[in-house]
């Protein structure tokens, strides 16, 4: 069965830090990857997707970037945090093809303070 | 016009109530659609896949509306543990990719 690991949970980081959070599937091949962020009390925003590796198709302009160096290795990266970047980020899968499901990695808290 | 549109709420049922949640889309080329469950601080989860014109799990179901361009959720006899939010999704067939609506909220009270 296919799992979706993430991490960390949370995460406190001061204004102007780097941020790295990382995400890995297992058990499929060439997955879709989904990088969202949810503001408090909000719907999710889509960041970045990625369809297969060193491919990644950013969705809106921010402070934040994504590679994939590996088939199933997403990570979301940030040279300088701002206190906008506070959120909720969630990753995702989906199988490499049209109109299927997402499943979603567990999350992590993140508050720039 | 946003991609996808659901009511945001939030709606407040008693246990035992039947409620329903709409979600319109833009996106006439959709092949599929989904509903997930949010709780709160969790990440979303899978409800329901709608293929066709509807699709029923127990005390669910989901609708589809190809004309009109809308899916719908169904819940009856609700529970306590049903109070979450909800999500509706709508695959982008071009992109790989899917757009959320911004989520209903359902309170189910004693």
């Known amino acids: 069965s296919q799992t979706i690991h993430q991490w960390p949970a949370t995460l406190v980081q001061p204004v102007g830090s780097p941020l790295s959070l990382e995400c890995t599937v297992e058990g499929t091949s060439n997955p879709n990857l989904y990088w969202y962020r949810q503001a408090a009390g909000r719907g999710l925003q889509l960041l970045f997707y990625s369809v297969g590796i060193g491919q990644i198709s950013s969705e809106v302009p921010q402070n934040l970037s994504a590679s994939r160096p590996q088939d199933r290795q997403f990570i979301l990266s940030s040279k300088k945090l701002l206190l906008s970047d506070s959120g909720f980020y969630l990753c995702?899968?989906?199988?490499?093809?049209?109109?299927?499901?997402?499943?979603f990695g567990q999350g992590t808290r993140l508050t720039v303070v | 016009r946003k991609e996808v549109e659901q009511d945001p709420g939030p709606f407040n049922v008693p246990e035992g109530a039947t409620v329903a949640f709409n979600c319109t889309y833009s996106n006439s080329a959709s092949q599929s659609f989904f509903w997930y469950r949010q709780d709160c601080r969790k990440e979303p989860k899978l409800l329901m896949s709608v293929y066709s014109s509807g699709n029923e799990d127990g005390r669910f179901t989901a609708q589809l509306n190809r004309a009109s361009q809308y899916i719908s959720l169904l819940i009856r006899d609700s529970k306590l543990s049903d109070s979450a939010t909800y999500l509706c999704?709508?695959?982008?067939?071009?992109?790989?990719?899917?757009?959320f609506g911004d989520g209903t909220t359902l309170t189910v009270k004693p």
């Open positions: 995702a899968w989906s199988r490499g093809y049209r109109d299927t499901e997402a499943f």
């Open positions: 999704v709508v695959p982008n067939t071009n992109a790989g990719k899917s757009t």
